[in-house]
Every structure is written in C-alpha cells, then in structure tokens.
C-alpha cells in the first residue's frame, strides 16, 4: 500500500426515514471533511488511519443469501427466494437528482448528478468478496448485474470523484430507520483505494442505508485500529477483522434509537442484531 492510501475520509450524508428521530437533510463541506448540519446532529465524516493488518477475513464466498452471485455473467440476475437484495455496480451510472430510488438511478445527493465513470480499479474481486463475507449472516442477495424488476439497494463504484468528495471511500444519502425505503443508493469512490479499505467504507455506508448509525468511541481517530472490531466506528481502515458486532455501543447521536431499544436496553446501537431484525437471517 502506498503511504497516501492510509488516509481516507468517508462522508456519509443523509436524509432519514424516521422523522420523529432525526430532523432532516445534512450536507458535507468535502474541502475539509467535515459535516454541517441543517438539523438532524447525525452528519458524518470521519477520517480513516488505514492499518496495515494482513489477516484472514475469512470471506471467501461468491454470494450470501438466498442466490448466487452472477460475477462474469451476463443478464439480469435471478432474484427469486431472496428477502433483499443488493446490486453492486462496478459498470457507472447516469444518475438524476430526486428521491432514493436505485432502480430509477435517482440520488438524494446533488453532487453525484450526471455521467458516472465505472469503476476501473483492480479490486473489484477482492471488494465483492469482502463485501459478502460482511453480509453473510443475513438474508441479502449479492449481485454485479442489475436485476429486471422488485427492490434493491445498488452501490455504485465509480472513478467519477465530485468536487469536494476526493478524499472520500463511500457515501449514502439515507439512514433509514428501520429499512423503510427499499431502493437506497450508495456511492463507492477512490478507485485506487485498498480493497479492503474500499469495501469497508461502503460497508459502513450500507449500513447507514439499513437505518444503523456511527457508533461513539471516543479513542478514535488515535490509536488505529479504534473500536475493533465494529464496523460502524468513525473511522475507516483496511482492517480485515472489522464486522457488524453482536455487542451494544453508544452511538455518535441519536439514530434510530427506537429501532434497537430491544437489543440495547441504555439507547445504544447493536449493529449484528438490528441487521438481523430488518433484513433476516440468512437462509439455512
């Protein structure tokens, strides 16, 4: 890894689905990383002190739920007997500005309007794979080809960086208190970024979309790796042991703190567990 690779910012900006917890749109001043809020106290934008740990993820797998991946085919995947799906698109998009809907290529962020480039790093694999083995305990079907019809939430990596966004890993338009919207859409930037790296920023941003928020631990951004091994921390390294934990954290601010008061009895955040909740285990 070159020594400008360890230091990324991912900016997650978002509306909410929630309106009784959260109070509206933020944006981010991507010149200098950090979020201002028009409301809502969630606003995020960390810095990552990427690691650089070489240990065994583990994930190795092709898919996770339901289905098989569809990696190197062509056609629309078959999504049948899956209970969500994600599509992650490496082939670019032309987006348009309005609400979150993934199968209309519409954005809630203003910055990602327009032609986006495909992504042409070399690590669209090892993403994919890592991206999976973070999904695989619950009822998620991944593809990288878009399917013809139903919901899904799309990712797309991109080359394409908007101003301001240059230091930035992934970025999602909505936390989504309780997975309400069904076609969120996220953005995984830096097509020079570690693999690792790149599919933990956009996980975390994933997570954000299903309604999970950043989790407090006031030992970040030094030492790194802070919180391990949570995903939902604020910052975002190449940390291959990070995960959605079966633990409570507090929480950054508020979030949808309704959503896990059954798993986190103090107001905190028990990412594994509200994941299990809104999108189900993983078949068998």
């Known amino acids: 890894m070159r020594p400008n690779d360890c230091i990324v910012t991912i900016s997650l900006l978002f509306a909410t689905a929630c309106p009784a917890e959260s109070d509206g749109p933020e944006s981010a001043d991507g010149s200098t990383g950090q979020a201002s809020s028009t409301g809502t106290p969630d606003a995020e934008s960390t810095t990552s002190a990427a690691d650089d ?22 056609g629309a995947p078959d999504t049948s007997g899956c209970g969500n799906v994600l599509y992650l698109n490496f082939d670019g998009a032309t987006m348009s500005v309005g609400g979150q809907d993934a199968t209309m290529n519409s954005t809630s962020l203003p910055s990602f309007e327009g032609e986006l480039a495909p992504y042409g790093g070399n690590q669209r694999e090892a993403v994919t794979a890592r991206i999976v083995g973070l999904f695989a305990a619950y009822d998620l ?12 939430t799309m990712v797309v990596f991109t080359d394409t960086t908007p ?10 338009g909505t936390i989504d208190c309780s997975n309400l919207l069904p076609n969120n859409v996220v953005f995984g930037l830096s097509a020079e970024a570690d693999g690792v790296l790149l599919a933990n920023g956009v996980a975390h941003a994933l997570g954000i979309s299903y309604g999970l928020t950043t989790v ?69």
């Open 216 to 284: 407090d631990t006031p030992q970040c951004p030094t030492p790194a790796p802070c919180g391990d091994p949570e995903i939902m921390v604020p910052v975002i390294d190449n940390v291959e042991t990070r995960t959605f934990t079966d633990q409570c954290w507090n929480t950054a601010s508020p979030g949808c703190t309704s959503a896990n008061a059954e798993f986190c009895n103090d107001g905190g955040q028990n990412s594994h567990q509200y994941l299990l909740d809104v999108l189900g285990p993983a078949p068998g």
């Open 141 to 152: 079907c991944i593809f990288d080809q878009r399917p013809a019809d139903g919901d899904y």
């Open 163 to 172: 101003e301001g966004f240059s230091t930035v890993v992934g970025i999602g």
């Open 53 to 74: 740990s070489t240990g065994d993820s583990g994930d190795t797998e092709a898919s996770t739920g339901a289905d098989e991946s569809t990696s190197g085919s062509t």
